[in-house]
């Protein structure tokens, strides 16, 4: 079992509004591909959206930069998407826990996208955590 070993390692952002995307602060890895990539892992996390609406989506998606200012997905890692219900909502909470790939620039940080029309979901956070 792998303990956070810093709150720095911690970073959340309340959802947008619909239609639109918010993106959490970055986590500096200290360098490009660390030696240590191997033990290292990064989860995204999100809990019960109990107002997403039947269909509508929220994506979840790492990104990382070389110079924490312009931002790409990492491609290799996929996406993390809560669908909301027939009842709105989703059923559960999801996390994705992943291990970075070799190729991963030194700041990563997560972006939230909220479809349009998904409901009023700003009240609740998305969140990231690096596991070294």
Do not use: H
Not at 70 to 99: C, D, H, N, R, Y
């Amino acid at each position: 079992m792998r303990n956070i070993t810093d709150a720095d390692l911690i970073k959340s952002i309340a959802l947008a509004a619909a239609g639109a995307s918010s993106v959490t602060a970055s986590i500096d890895l200290g360098a490009a591909a660390p030696a240590v990539i191997e033990t290292i892992e990064l989860e995204a996390s999100l809990p019960i959206l109990p107002i997403l609406v039947d269909t509508k989506t929220v994506i979840v998606t790492f990104q990382d930069s070389a110079d924490n200012s312009s931002f790409a997905a990492i491609a290799a890692l996929g996406t993390l998407t809560a669908t909301g219900t027939e009842t709105p909502g989703t059923a559960a909470a999801l996390a994705l826990k992943v291990k970075l790939p070799s190729t991963v620039r030194r700041y990563v940080r997560l972006s939230a996208a909220v479809l349009a029309a998904a409901g009023d979901n700003t009240n609740q956070s998305v969140t990231m955590t690096l596991y070294t």
